[in-house]
Structure formats: C-alpha cells, structure tokens
C-alpha cells in the first residue's frame, strides 16, 4: 500500500492532549500514521494494530528503520478482539469506506479499503472502548460516507468536537473530512473548510504548514 494523501493529512492532524499519552493506530498499514503520531509527540507511547500479516510484516520493518522504534508497538490483531492492558489518550483511523464497490482480487487492498473486516458500527463500539475518558478520537472520511459514520458515533456515545472540510483543490466541493470525536461534548465545535491546492500543483499555506516536518524538501 502506497503512502496517501488521506493518512498524511490525519497523521498531520490529530491531537494528543497529554504529551506522554497513549496513541492507537487501527488499521496502521504500512505504519505511517503511527510514525507521523511518534515524530509529533516525542513522549508518546503508539500501538500500531492491523488485521493483515503483509501489513504487519510491513510496518514492523517501518518502524524499525525508524528513529522512534522504541516508542512503537505493532501488533497484528482483529481490533475488535484487542484487549489492551491500558485506555488509550488518542485513537486514529483511516478507516475502510468502500461498503458497495467492487471487491478488488488483491486481499490486502481489499481488507485496507472495504468494510468487510471492520464496519463503521464496529469501529465506533471499539473506540469507545478503548478510549480513555478524556480521550481524543480521530478519523478521515470520504464526503460520502460522513453522514453514516457521524450516526454511528452518536449511537456509540461519542460528540463531535472538531471536524475540517478538505477540497483538494480551490473551487472544487469538498471530497474529505477530517473529524475528532469525544466521549464528552464541547462547548464549541470546531469547523473549518480547508484546500490541499490553490492551484494545480500549488499547496496551500493550509497544507504547507500542517505537513512541513513530514515531506522532503
């Protein structure tokens, strides 16, 4: 699985209140959100779970060429079946979404991209789960799916508390959302609309600025 878009943006975007806290990534893949939520937060302590063995085999080589192996646990498991010894402070996904589509003949495209392994019900339940009281969960979406995936999480218990529309370029409707969810609810939900491109080929000050550390000059 090729680095994307999506999970550059999430691992750019998601919060960690507590410096020292404890990160989960579900569905890590080649383990790249993990690494973003580890070079961000040098106190951090990740977990990095994913369903598929090549994924796992993947990312357990990700990490440790990496400087933050140390700090980065990858386990292979069904995340529904997980039981950590301890709450996490901030849970990220980059969840499958492609509940209809055509299933690709590649297993591990298929597991990364279609709800076949982890449904947005599912998903929700076990981030409740796992999710420490003042915890921060967060997720992108395609435009398409942010209704079902906002009624799951109100069903599981979570409130919205910041959620970023994301256009890839200037002009064009919004293709993504960024969310972050809470067991508690906020005063203030945070909105914003938000580009990748000013023009083709052009970052935006937006996109600059988020991602900076992350891509090589």
Known sequence: MKVGTDGTLLGAWAELERQNGRVLDIGTGTGLIALMMA??????????????????????????DSPFADRIKVVQADVNAFE?????????????????????????????RHTLSLSYRQLMLTAYRMLDEGGLFSVIIPNDFFQQMESEAHLAGFFLTRIFGVRTIMGKPIKRYLIEFRKNPSNEIVKKNVTIEDSPNVKS?????????FYIK
């Open 39 to 64: 070079q961000r937060f040098p106190e951090a302590r990740v977990t990095a779970v994913d369903i598929d063995e090549m994924a796992v085999l993947q990312a357990v080589d990700n990490v440790k």
């Open 84 to 112: 950590p010894s301890e709450k996490f402070d901030s849970i990220v996904c980059n969840p499958p979404f492609f509940n209809q589509a055509l299933i690709s003949p590649d297993h591990q495209r298929t597991l990364a």
């Open 205 to 213: 000050e937006w996109y600059r600025i988020l991602t900076k550390d």
